[in-house]
């Protein structure tokens, strides 16, 4: 994700388009910019590099793709910034149909060095 975060630093919106990929509510921190919040959940998520994509506000987050295109998601590392027990609710989807739904309770680990 890094090579190209650069254009979007003065405004941190992940762009649509960015890796031909429709983004709402979806942003970037890059957590070297941001000590005082290293005991926040954004640095348990960083797991190389600096940056922490997120969603604004805990209001939704998607991530689309035009029909007949389809991407996948293999992995990726979850964090609550501010608070426990929060459910992150995944859904697949292709127009209105559903194929696949998971929640999972996240926690917000603050990483100790000493």
Do not use: C
């Amino acid at each position: 994700m890094n090579e190209k975060l650069q254009i979007v630093i003065d405004k941190p919106e992940i762009p649509n388009g960015y890796h031909g990929l429709k983004w709402t509510n979806a942003y970037v921190l890059d957590t070297q910019i941001y000590p005082q919040w290293s005991k926040s959940g954004f640095y348990s998520a960083v797991k190389s590099g600096t940056w922490v994509a997120f969603n604004m506000n805990g209001e939704r987050m998607t991530i689309a793709i035009d029909t007949p295109n389809k991407f996948s998601i293999k992995s990726f590392v979850v964090s609550s910034a501010w608070n426990n027990s929060v459910t992150l609710s995944m859904v697949s989807q292709r127009a209105s149909t559903y194929y696949k739904e998971a929640s999972f309770k996240i926690e917000k680990k603050s990483l100790n060095y000493n």
